[in-house]
């Protein structure tokens, strides 16, 4: 799962389940192009909220602040997400001309492994921020090669979608959106 904004770094937006449940099954294996093996990526994103998602299973990272050239991750927060069974938990990966956190934070998350080590620590929201730079790259896997996504068929039918075809369906003026205080984090499969 990557959380992307048409092919440009998101702001604003948060990330909570139930939609944001992240499991790599043997059912669940694809890969979005630039980030492979990454669960919640976040490239680039300003003024995101990952909060209370269970993600487990992922080659490379769960949650990923990363740099998506040229935009560098700014003011997003990571808190109260459970992590595990993923080759680096939580990630904070700037470019390497990077020398400032530039109000990125992790806080109250369960985790094993993280990158920068202890990033709670080195980048917690309720604490001056001590990570050093430039920040180490962990070894994380290659893309696979790959389907072109040019040549992948429809989806089966979508019973969230009956008529995707069909005439367009208006949009509200303004959204509704949840009570982030009422979401909690997602049962383990």
Not at 3 to 11: L, Q, V
Not at 76 to 102: F, I, K, M, T, W
Request: hydrophobic share 30%; charged share 15%.
């Amino acid at each position: 799962m990557s959380h992307g904004c048409g092919g440009r770094p998101c702001s604003g937006a948060t990330a909570a389940p139930p939609g944001s449940k992240c499991d790599r099954t043997a059912a669940n294996r694809a890969e979005p192009a630039g980030l492979p093996g990454g669960g919640i990526a976040v490239g680039g994103g300003t003024e995101n909220v990952i909060i209370r998602n269970r993600v487990q299973g992922h080659p490379a990272y769960g949650i990923g602040l990363v740099s998506l050239n040229p935009f560098e991750p700014e003011r997003n927060r990571v808190e109260g997400n459970v992590l595990s069974d993923n080759a680096v938990d939580l990630l904070y990966q700037p470019s390497s001309s990077v020398n400032d956190p530039a109000d990125n934070c992790f806080g109250g998350n369960q985790f094993t492994t993280s990158s920068p080590d202890s990033i709670e620590s080195v980048l917690g929201c309720d604490a001056t921020p001590k990570v050093t730079y430039p920040v180490p790259v962990p070894s994380l896997p290659s893309a696979p090669a790959g389907v072109d996504y040019r040549t992948i068929s429809a989806p089966d039918p979508q019973p969230s979608m009956p008529d995707p075809t069909g005439p367009a369906v208006a949009v509200p003026d303004q959204p509704t959106f949840p009570d982030l205080a009422t979401i909690t984090v997602p049962p383990a499969p």
